[in-house]
Structures are given as structure tokens and as C-alpha cells.
């Protein structure tokens, strides 16, 4: 019967495991009331701040702030140019890149925290989200506060019924830097590898299109180690359509795409795609982004067409401003 007036109910185990931890918590409040959804009940009122304007937000679907948010975006070429340089084998593929920013922006509103770069845990890039080159398609980014700092995040899609998870992540708004430390840069010593970016990656090895060609030269290219500059956008623009909110939570998702498909010299030939990333301390966008950033990545481990790098990216004095743990590429 709550169910038919639309309230979830809380489950007896449910019930059981809030009250333990409400007994067991010195600072919990006199008077606690604990619910499911509860969509259209005229009695019940929440706090509902406005929403950040952001690319992400723009349509929530259901809504219990520093709770829960589910959003739902239509994409397509026009609304989301970005797409039109992400085209492979006659299909438009939403990057990697823009669902972590995707996946921030909803986050961040669920939990009021949007001044904050988040740690990305537990990244999985399970299915292709495909938009069709003159269509468009639907996705819904469902964010669950589960601790004080940490947002459950994923991504469904119209074409799985938005039933099937295809982009998931746990966000953690710690304020922690990124650590320092391997994988290191080339000695400054060490001759600029003779290979030019533009002319020999991309377009033919490489399928990225303009927003995300962000390569300018290696310092070492070889079968398990990568060490290259790659030039940012200090000020992100042209992501989306003029008439949407442009303004981006993390620093440039063309840098950020960079040091993914930067990996491909090591397996030339085969197109190097991401399935997942263990960690990731992120760069938030801002002023104090540099022009130019130089990362390093070094083959952690292989297991036939899989292969795994850690990252370390640093500004011109050799502070790491962004760290990869464990991103997994499959060939």
C-alpha cells in the first residue's frame, strides 16, 4: 500500500541497521526521522537549495538533497559538439572523460559540495554509451550520498532501458592533494623523442578529433613508458551548445582524455580503449590551471589485450597536480 501512494518503504533490515548506527553514534540527534522516497506527499517538506546551473543538472528526475539526485540529459551532436570529435567506426561515443565530469557535476549537487575536486575511486566504463550521428539519445546520472564525503555515482542510457549500469564511480570530496612520487620524468637531459604528435598520431593511429588532440611532444616513448607535455585549455569552452551552461568541475577534459590515448604508442596496433581506473585525484578547473602539463605513465601489468598504467601528471615545477592509480586500457 506505501508503495501504491508511492513511498518506498524501509526495509525491516534497513530499519535495523539505521537504528544500530543511530544507538551507536554519540552525536546523532534527539529526534531522527528515517524514510524512502517520498515523492508527492504533501506533508513532508525538504530542503531544496537551488541547483548548480551546470550541463548535468539541468533536469533532476527525483531529488532529496545531500542525499540522492537523478538527473536525465539528452545528448546529441548539436547540444554536445564534443561528440563529433569522439567518433569511432561510424559511431559517436560519449568519452570517458566527459562522464567523470558528468559524474562530478551530479555528485557535487547531491551532496552541496561543488568548490571541491573529488578523489574518483572504483571508475568502470562497462558499456559504450553510443549516440547515433544524426540522433540523439537519453541518459540518466544517479548519485547517492553514502558517507559524510562520498557519493555513489552511475551512469545508465536509453538504449539499455536505463536498467544497465554503463558508467559507475565512487566520488570522495576529501580535499586531499595528489600524492607525489612514480612514475618519474625523463632526465631533463634526455633528447625529445622525433615524433610529431599532429602529423604521426593523429588522424591515422590515433581517432580523437580537435578537442582532444592535446599531445605537443615525447620525452620518451617506449614499449611500457610514456613521458609527454600536452597543452591545456586554462579556460574550457565549446564543450557544449552556447544556449547550455559550459562551466566544467574538473580542469580540461581534452588533457584529461590525453593522457588515456597518449598510452597508444606503446600498442600501436590496436585502438587502446578504457574499461576502468582504480583512483583518480583529480585537477579542478580554475585559474590556477597551467597552459602546459607534462604526465608519465608506466605499464603497471599486462594480461593479453588488457593493459594497466599509473599516471602522474605535474605542472613546469615538477608538483604532481593530478594522479592515475591502476587506469586500465583494453586493445
Same mark, same amino acid.
Given at each position: 500500500s506505501l508503495s501504491r501512494e508511492g513511498i518506498a518503504p524501509v526495509s525491516p533490515d534497513q530499519g535495523v541497521e539505521? %537504528? %544500530?548506527?543511530l544507538i551507536e553514534d554519540p552525536d546523532?540527534?534527539?529526534?531522527?526521522?528515517?524514510?524512502?522516497r517520498t515523492e508527492g506527499i504533501d506533508t513532508v517538506r525538504r530542503d531544496l537549495p537551488a541547483l548548480p546551473l551546470l550541463r548535468f543538472t539541468g533536469n533532476p528526475l527525483v531529488r532529496y538533497h545531500g542525499v540522492e539526485l537523478v538527473t536525465e540529459i539528452e545528448l546529441n551532436?548539436?547540444?554536445?559538439?564534443? %561528440?563529433?570529435?569522439?567518433?569511432l567506426d561510424g559511431n559517436l561515443l560519449l568519452p570517458a572523460v566527459i562522464g567523470m565530469e558528468a559524474m562530478t557535476q551530479v555528485a557535487a549537487a547531491a551532496a552541496g559540495r561543488t568548490g571541491t575536486a573529488p578523489v574518483i575511486e572504483g571508475a568502470k566504463f562497462l558499456r559504450p554509451i553510443v549516440v547515433p550521428p544524426n540522433g540523439s539519445t537519453r541518459i540518466r546520472i544517479a548519485a547517492t550520498v553514502t558517507a559524510t564525503d562520498t557519493v555513489d555515482v552511475a551512469i545508465h542510457a536509453e538504449d539499455t532501458g536505463f536498467v544497465a549500469e554503463h558508467f559507475r564511480a565512487r566520488l570522495v570530496f576529501s580535499d586531499a592533494e595528489a600524492p607525489d612520487g612514480p612514475p618519474l620524468q625523463a632526465p631533463d637531459d634526455t633528447p625529445v623523442v622525433p615524433l610529431d604528435p599532429a602529423t604521426d598520431l593523429y588522424g591515422s593511429v590515433l581517432f580523437q578529433g580537435a578537442r582532444f588532440r592535446r599531445l605537443r611532444r615525447f620525452h620518451r616513448a617506449a614499449a611500457r613508458h610514456v613521458d609527454a607535455e600536452v597543452a591545456v585549455q586554462q579556460r574550457p569552452e565549446g564543450w557544449f551548445a552556447g544556449f547550455l551552461p559550459g562551466e566544467l568541475l574538473l580542469a580540461d577534459p581534452g588533457m584529461r582524455d590525453a593522457l588515456m590515448h597518449g598510452n597508444q604508442v606503446c600498442v600501436p596496433n590496436a585502438t587502446l580503449l578504457p574499461s576502468g581506473v582504480e583512483r583518480i585525484h583529480t585537477l579542478g578547473a580554475g585559474d590556477h590551471v597551467p597552459a602546459t602539463l607534462r604526465y608519465t605513465a608506466v605499464e603497471r601489468?599486462?594480461?593479453?589485450?588488457?593493459?594497466?598504467?599509473?599516471?602522474?601528471?605535474?605542472?613546469?615545477?615538477?608538483?604532481?597536480v593530478e594522479r592515475w592509480d591502476g587506469l586500465t586500457l583494453h586493445a
Open positions: 539505521i %537504528l %544500530l548506527r546523532a540527534p534527539v529526534v531522527t526521522v528515517i524514510s524512502g551532436a548539436g547540444t554536445d559538439p564534443y %561528440l563529433a570529435d569522439h567518433l601489468s599486462r594480461d593479453g589485450d588488457t593493459y594497466v598504467y599509473d599516471i602522474a601528471v605535474r605542472d613546469e615545477h615538477g608538483t604532481v
